[in-house]
T-cell receptor, first 110, second 113 residues
Framework: KAGVTQTPRYLIKTRGQQVTLSCSPI?????VSWYQQTPGQGLQFLFE???????NKGNFPGRFSGRQFSNSRSEMNVSTLELGDSALYLC?????????FGEGSRLTVL | GESVGLHLPTLSVQEGDNSIINCAYS??????FIWYKQESGKGPQFIID?????DKRQGQRVTVLLNKTVKHLSLQIAATQPGDSAVYFC????????????FGKGTKLTVNP
């Protein structure tokens, strides 16, 4: 069974740009959640989607958004990038509360 | 305000020793707890979980203990190996239907050969 796949693995953007990250969950998993990991703040919850609906949202500004498609694949978008958005963005797919993470997308904002 | 780097607790052990990693969780309403291992450059890897109606669960070389009275979790690793070197996080989920994990700060385990 394939694991959680995130693309791209690494990317570099400049301030003011926007970025879209993609996540393909484990087959059969309907819940996808996103986390931001930084040295300063640790692992922080961004949002969770289940059957194309956002079920929960963390304390991040509106520049951070996401969506889920009918095949459970998910994307997150960050608009008007700031230096502080540099982080590892992790996607997790889950079934019956067992969450499995992808390897992450490492975003660097210059 | 200025962002301050998290000061990760560290634990250094000799290969073959047992390791105990501790975690205090925040929400007394949390009913499900997970330990994750994160190696450098990788995503967190599921190790073991425990539900709030249990106080102990054992896996292969790992044991998780839950003390709800003091909101404390521990992860015990038996016969620690160099491959166990990583950052270990505890995470909690609060009953309510959403798969939202609240992570602890993590502990960096170093296993010396």
């Amino acid at each position: 069974k394939a694991g959680v796949t995130q693309t791209p693995r690494y990317l570099i953007k400049t301030r003011g740009q926007q970025v879209t990250l993609s996540c393909s969950p484990i087959s059969g998993h309907r819940s996808v959640s996103w986390y931001q990991q930084t040295p300063g703040q640790g692992l922080q919850f961004l949002f969770e989607y289940f059957s194309e609906t956002q079920r929960n949202k963390g304390n991040f500004p509106g520049r951070f958004s996401g969506r889920q498609f009918s095949n459970s694949r998910s994307e997150m978008n960050v608009s008007t990038l700031e230096l502080g958005d540099s982080a590892l963005y992790l996607c997790a797919s889950s079934q019956f509360r067992e969450l499995f993470f992808g390897e992450g997308s490492r975003l660097t904002v210059l | 305000g200025e962002s301050v780097g998290l000061h990760l607790p560290t634990l250094s052990v000799q290969e073959g020793d047992n390791s105990i990693i501790n975690c205090a969780y925040s929400n007394s309403a949390s009913d499900y707890f997970i330990w994750y291992k994160q190696e450098s450059g990788k995503g967190p890897q599921f190790i073991i979980d425990i539900r709030s109606n249990m106080d102990k669960r054992q896996g292969q070389r790992v044991t998780v203990l839950l003390n709800k009275t003091v909101k404390h979790l521990s992860l015990q690793i038996a016969a620690t190996q160099p491959g166990d070197s990583a950052v270990y996080f505890c995470a909690e989920i609060t009953q309510g239907g959403s798969e939202k994990l609240v992570f602890g700060k993590g502990t960096k385990l170093t296993v010396n050969p």
